[in-house]
């Protein structure tokens, strides 16, 4: 019954999603009047989505082995916790998951971008009522979270044991919302270009959802990065895998668009530049999901392949993109032109800073989807880290480079002779880069530099607060700082890890020692130990440096449904890096294989994109605060002024 | 210098291009000797493989291949396809999905005298996984094995 009704309501949901387009197509005076009506079917699908995502919870929560999803992803035995992540720890799931969000930022849209023309208004619930629509019909065509099984399963098959982790609770549902939310600035974008009005005000509306989505995007990479990292057991936080990729586009696109939309809030410039960027960063967002859900590239994180969804995804992006572009294409040439600018200002540092992002994209891109265009033309192609590294690594450390300065130049202003800050930020790194050659530290030419520019930019980021009054600093400012300075610990991070980590391999039997860098680990036992659905062997070590020993306990699970097993390892946190410690096979007679890495200043590359989502977070608020600060007077004069006329 | 109006605009959309193209031979000149990450047994017997080349093996690890080598931290395995068979060597914890008979990609390059260095073994994820690149190449292998007498 609740599957039925979760099946009828994710059809209600996509015919109000088409009423929406058909009423935001209503032109003349029909069209002026049905604004309201468009804003209240936008609510009325989301509230529509939501009782089929619920329903679907539900199924769940109950293991309704009567439906083929449940049957498939669920088991009874497994931690309640668990139980309701699964409902998205799959490719139906997570497609609901992503039309609620779509609807649910169309309803937001609706209720809170009113600073708008009605025409770009009408335009953009339109095409967020189209964008909705389609995954609609992906959902119900092809890819039905309700389907019933007949008969029943006995027994449901279980959720695969890398995915019973916290990080399935909050990894996905996180990038979602970052991927979703762009889906905002695509349809404004549209509905501006409709609506042939392309200005700040646009650029004020857009803003927040592309701070909003970029956050949840940052997170979401990191989280997943940090997932990976501890779960796969490989010591590794970043692949370049496909998988990795689809969610680091979306983000390169967005970061893009975060800073020219404060160019054509503040300046009235880029114009045509940021309605591109607003379209191209939620077309990677698709771009992101057809890979992840068509599984036609080699990842690590590989998921179920099915290329008939991968083909319906791909078809809906054409469609979706290629309007878009065909729109753009005809009315960018009426888009008047945008204010003009000096080089070395603001605005000047800034379109560097997209040129730079846009690179990037452009070559992650090209060597994400080269090998499936070579494969089409008969040619088996694959394209990997070595690529990566050496096209993105020397691109990312010019924007940092960048970032020295950028932040401190003014806006429209021709010259202004370099500030001490900048001057300060420049001898850290030069100081940092001679230290690194002078200790005698053998590492590459990348590494070098990234120690020394991310080094500077820890100090240049903090200038702007420290050249007025911290505490009366405005909060987007606050947020620009925090951020800068997530990239530049981010940087120097990266660079230390790569450049430092020491790794240790050994057979160890109780009471044997192995060192690893600056740390002593003794092997202290093998101990079997149970957990709710699985059984393991867990390696009581203890680690040391200098005085005071920590405990470390990784693990071999044996899960029994399904049956596989998976290694835990174990992280022992400090603040100037990570010892991370896995176990392998052995037996009491040859001993087990121990395999322990210390990877110096890891933590900063945690650290640093902390804060960068944290940068985002405090600018969103403060954007917020200000807007309901700035509505609330006008809104009471409004009050006034209607208790006045009656 | 702060430019006219319409040259600003030019001046944007030239940058842009330029920055594109330098993008595009970028990414060229940096798959240069890259392109080819993921080989398997058969290419590298056909000697089209270059030795110390990080890249990617995939294949099905040969039954009663994997030994231990010196101290049990150190394995030496097969890995096969249709045609040929790669020694491979590698120092490190072997994968729990790491089995005789299933897919597998080594991570690593190639030896001067043929054999294949790891630093990583992939098999992960899911008993069924196997690399998509892999699984076509099987199904062409079939196919012609089956169209050949």
């Known amino acids: 019954m609740i599957a039925e009704l979760g099946h009828a309501a994710l059809w209600l949901a996509a015919a109000l999603a088409g009423l929406q387009v ?27 989505a939501l009782l089929a995502f619920a329903a679907l919870l539900h199924l769940f929560w109950v293991t309704d082995l009567s439906v083929a999803l449940v049957a498939t992803h669920s088991h009874g035995d497994k931690l309640p916790f668990y139980k309701l992540a699964a409902a998205w720890g799959n490719h139906e799931g997570s497609m609901l998951l992503w039309v609620l969000l779509l609807s649910g930022f169309g309803a937001l849209m609706a209720r809170f971008a009113r600073a708008l023309e009605p025409a770009v208004m009408r335009g953009a619930l339109g095409m967020q009522g ?84 970029w956050t949840f995007l940052t997170a979401g990479i990191l989280g997943g990065s940090y997932w990976a990292y501890y779960e796969l057991g490989w010591g590794g936080y970043w692949f370049w895998d496909p998988v990795e990729n689809a969610s680091l586009l979306p983000w390169l696109a967005a970061t893009a668009l975060l800073h020219s939309v404060s160019v054509l809030a503040a300046r009235e410039a880029l114009r045509a530049w940021t309605m591109a960027l607003a379209l191209i960063g939620f077309a990677m967002s698709m771009l992101g999901t057809f890979l992840v859900r068509s599984g036609l590239l080699t990842s690590v994180h590989a998921f179920a392949v099915d290329p008939e969804r991968g083909t319906f995804i791909l078809v809906l992006m054409a469609l979706y993109v290629g309007g878009a572009l065909a729109l753009f294409g005809a009315r960018i040439a009426q888009v008047r032109e945008g204010a003009p600018f000096a080089p070395a200002s603001r605005e000047g540092a800034l379109v560097a800073n997209n040129l730079l992002l846009s690179v990037i994209l452009a070559l992650v891109l090209f060597g994400t989807f080269y090998p499936l265009v070579a494969e089409a033309f008969g040619a ?62 053998s590492m590459s030419l990348l590494e070098r530099l990234g120690l020394a520019l991310g080094a500077g930019l820890v100090i240049a980021s903090l200038v702007p607060l420290l050249t007025r009054k911290p505490w009366r600093a405005p909060a987007p400012v606050w947020g620009m700082v925090l951020a800068h300075l997530g990239v530049g610990l981010l940087t120097v991070g990266i660079a230390s890890e790569s450049a430092f980590t020491k790794e240790r391999l050994a057979i160890v039997q109780p009471g044997d020692q192995a060192s690893v860098g600056p740390w002593l680990v003794e092997f202290r036992a093998a101990v ?19 005085a005071g020993a920590a405990r470390l306990a990784p693990q071999q699970r044996l899960f029994n449904q399904p049956a596989t097993s998976t290694s835990e390892s174990a992280l022992l946190t400090r603040w100037d890096g990570q010892l991370y410690a896995t176990v392998g096979q052995g037996s009491a007679a040859e001993g087990w294989q121990l395999r322990l890495w210390w990877k110096p200043f890891v933590t900063f590359i945690w650290a640093g994109g902390l804060l960068i989502a944290l940068g985002g977070l405090v600018s969103l608020v403060g954007r917020i605060v200000r807007a309901l600060r700035e509505a609330r007077p006008a809104r009471a004069s409004a009050r006034y002024r209607e208790q006045r006329s009656w | 210098m702060t430019a006219a109006p319409k040259t600003q605009r030019l001046l944007l959309v030239i940058l842009a291009i330029a920055a594109l193209a330098g993008a595009a031979l970028l990414a060229l000149w940096g798959l240069q000797g890259r392109a080819a990450y993921f080989v398997t047994p058969s290419e590298i017997a056909a000697g089209r493989v270059e030795p110390g080349v990080p890249l990617r093996l995939g294949g099905m690890v040969s039954a009663g291949s994997i030994a231990p080598v010196g101290d049990g931290n150190s394995f030496r395995f097969r890995l096969e396809d249709e045609t040929a068979t790669t020694t491979v060597r590698y120092r490190g914890i072997l994968p729990d999905l790491f089995v005789e008979g299933s897919g597998a990609v080594a991570e690593g390059r190639l030896l001067a005298n043929g054999e294949f260095a790891a630093d990583r073994i992939l098999a992960k994820h899911d008993e069924n996984y196997m690399p998509p690149e892999l699984a076509e190449r099987a199904e062409r292998a079939t196919a012609e094995t089956v169209a050949a007498p």
């Open chain 1, 528 to 546: 079997p130990v149970a957990g709710p659905n699985w059984t393991a062997i867990e390696a009581d070590l203890l680690a040391s440096r200098g």
């Open chain 1, 380 to 441: 088996s192609i694959s394209v990997g880290p070595p690529y990566f590294n050496l096209v993105a690594g020397p691109l990312a450390l010019l924007l940092v480079a960048l970032l020295f300065v950028g932040p401190l130049l003014s806006w429209k202003r021709q010259f202004r002779p370099l500030s001490k800050g900048a001057a300060l930020a420049g001898c850290g790194a030069l100081a940092m880069l001679v230290a690194t050659i002078a200790l005698g530290w």
């Open chain 1, 22 to 48: 058909v009423f935001a197509l209503l032109r003349g005076q029909a069209g002026a009047a049905a604004l309201p009506a468009i804003r209240a079917i936008a609510g009325a699908q989301a509230l529509l």
């Open chain 1, 130 to 213: 189209a964008l909705a629509l389609g995954f609609y019909a992906f959902l119900l065509l092809s890819s039905n979270p309700f389907a019933r099984l007949d008969p029943p399963a006995l027994e449901g098959r279980g959720l695969n044991p890398l995915l019973q982790d916290p990080g399935l609770v909050f990894h996905p549902p996180t990038l979602y919302v970052g991927y979703v939310g762009l889906s905002v600035a695509f349809s404004l974008a549209i509905g501006a270009m409709l609506g042939g009005r392309v200005d700040a005000a646009l650029a004020r509306a857009m803003r927040p959802w592309v701070l909003l989505s």
